[in-house]
């Protein structure tokens, strides 16, 4: 890193750009509502304010513009619209298109001006007032990103900025090198958050740039080492305003990217693009972008390397995705294998169609703990043999997942004009991507998947095989008054999901089939299908508050394990035997996604040799058919210096459902699971 992006990098973290920022006295939301304007003409007319308010702003020596100077966002609805959008179906998060990964690549290559003038042409054959109205709003989304584009061009040329011609060309005209490409992709991705959508992805990242790098290389207007000082300006660039955009914590902004992996055609896909992100990211130390990166059993172990030196760092990243698993799994479920080849993730994990897809695929939740829970009240004293309770249990399961699924109808979602340009297929419907794309599937996660798989194998060991518990005195741990001793023995002496028991890992297969079986049928108001997942998210700590004791261990108040992940207390397992658990199931059918999450002390990185064990690791994750995993490098002792002194360690970085964060900017329950998870030693 030069002396120059360091001390940009610096002003960053001590966030001094925050002076720049104001809150603006927008109109109210009422006079949307005495207008009658609908939905989409509020989207529109917002994000035009918003635009209009935004005050250019160049700072000494950058050459990738654009800064949030309004920290808040016009009103499109007023409170009591709200509720009663709520009211008449089902709002999911926020309401806003959300996790979805644009098309960039196109409308950087075209540029908004060819976009506009398709619009154009499509309004004059407008079939009705409903298309109409999104050809005229698409139209009004881009004469207001290009207003402020024209109006940073100016500040740029002001302040005698050698990089404004940059702004005369993109967005509105098709970039032509690997400076344009990056200053469009930045105007983009803004006008989006400004627009009100959220965790907008920046999915396979060295695809769709790689292009114009390889032709600047090729010409010589770029070597590889000033291509490299772009690319961290860019990553700069995506720091300067995270913190404004909406998530359960800071840090939970959505910025990822993908690296790697293979072409919709199945040819290798990582690039030196791809080797210059990861060393922008070692380089640079900052959260966003969070890397995700694609292999399969025949990624070379430099890779891996590679990929390790970022855990080395502490950055909580890269994020493994198996293209090995992935691949067939989301063919199995109907994806194209052109497009399944093209999968990223959205803000967390879940795999993504970039461009075309309109699945939400964090629509829901199933707390299997609970579920194990409630079903032995209700059916384990009247099962003669642990096959009769799998029956009564994939019943629940399956009635649990249709009844989650009739709870999201009638889908209610706010439209996105301008994120409808950046999708493919939109503007030639006339139909803002809010109401479908090529493929519109929902994501249920599972939460709690160890502690419940723990508890089902207790109930089948101590009840029904070795006989050494009664069905009564299991109850009795469930509704909170058994024996502290019998509590003892369910914690420590039963082996866990995590330490390589043949038994426990075939309750592990038999359960997530169960799971990918218990959502097969299921078709939602779309026309797609439901995905079955291994993610928990914040449920970690959510779901976890709504059971007391459990079979398996679990007690009343304890969290859940992050993810695909053995419970917070199991000690007596080591990595390779928690790899062996966790990739035990056809993890195929459980392809919405969702790491295998492992914590490693800070100190097993001695040596160049431990952080090839580390890559090793990884690797037979990979080989035995992991699906999905991501590492921590934590220092306990550390850890709990941040919460005492949060001053001397404001850029301590962990990784905490999927996604990394300041660990100081976390709420305190946030940083204790953190803490409590356990740390492989050397």
Known sequence: MTPTLQAKRDALLDHRHHSIRRRVEFEPAERFEQKQLSHARRVTEALCRMLEAETPYIAPGESIFFWRTVENLPPILTDAEWARLRESGFLHEQGRVCNLSPDYGRVIRRGLGAERAEAERLLAGAQDNEQAEFYCCAIASIDAVLDLCARYQKAAEDCGSPHAGVLSRVPREGARTFHEALQSLRILQYALWCEGEYHNTLGRFDQYMWPYLECDLRDGRLTESAALELLEEFFLSLNRDSDLYPGIQQGDNGQSLMLGGVTPAGEPAFNLLSSLCLQ????????????????????????????????????????????????????????????????????????????????????????????????????????????????????????????????????????????????????????????????????????????????????????????????????????????????????????????????????????????????????????????????????????????????????????????????????????????????????????????????FHAGIFRDEDSLRKVALLVKAFVDEGGHQMQLNTVDLEVLKDAQRRPEAHKNLIVRVWGWSAYFVELDEEFQNHVMARQAYRP
Not at 296 to 315: K, V
Not at 432 to 442: H, L
Not at 504 to 518: K, Q
Not at 539 to 548: E, R
């Open 280 to 599: 922008a990211s070692k380089e640079l130390k900052l959260i966003d972008p969070k890397i995700n990166l694609r292999v399969d059993h025949t990624t070379p172990l430099e890779i891996f390397e590679a990929g390790t030196q970022l855990t080395r760092e502490g950055l909580g990243f890269p994020q493994y995705s198996n293209d090995d698993v992935v691949i067939p799994g989301l063919v199995e479920l109907g994806y194209s294998l052109e497009d399944a080849r093209d999968y990223t993730v959205a803000a967390c994990w879940e795999f993504i169609i970039p461009g075309v897809g309109m699945d939400i695929p964090n629509i829901a939740a199933v707390n299997f703990p609970a579920l194990v829970n409630d079903c032995a009240k209700r059916h384990l004293e009247s099962c003669a043999d642990f096959s009769q309770f799998q029956r009564a249990f994939s019943d629940e399961l399956c009635a649990l997942c249709r009844d989650t699924l009739k709870s999201t109808r009638p889908l209610r979602m706010i439209p996105a004009p301008f994120l409808s340009v950046l999708m493919d297929g939109c503007m030639e419907r006339g139909r803002d991507i809010s109401f479908g794309g090529r493929y519109n599937n929902y994501g249920f996660h599972g939460v709690g998947l160890a502690t419940a798989i723990d508890s089902l194998d207790a109930i089948r060991r101590c009840v029904y095989e070795e006989k050494t518990h009664t069905a009564r005195q299991m109850l009795d741990v469930i509704d909170g008054c058994a024996p502290g001793e019998l509590l003892r023995q369910l914690r420590y002496d039963l082996p866990k999901f995590g330490t390589d028991d043949d038994g426990v890992n075939e309750t592990a297969v038999w359960l997530l089939r169960c799971w990918g079986d218990a959502v097969a049928p299921l078709r939602n108001e779309r026309g797609g299908r439901v995905r079955a997942g291994t993610g928990s998210a914040m449920f970690y700590l959510w779901h976890a508050d709504k059971i007391g004791d459990t079979p398996g261990g679990h007690r009343a108040g304890e969290a859940f394990g992050a993810n695909y992940a053995p419970q917070l207390f199991v000690r007596d397992c080591g990595p390779l035997s928690v790899i062996r658990s966790f990739t035990a199931p056809d993890l195929k059918r459980v392809i919405n996604g969702g790491p295998l999450t492992m914590e």
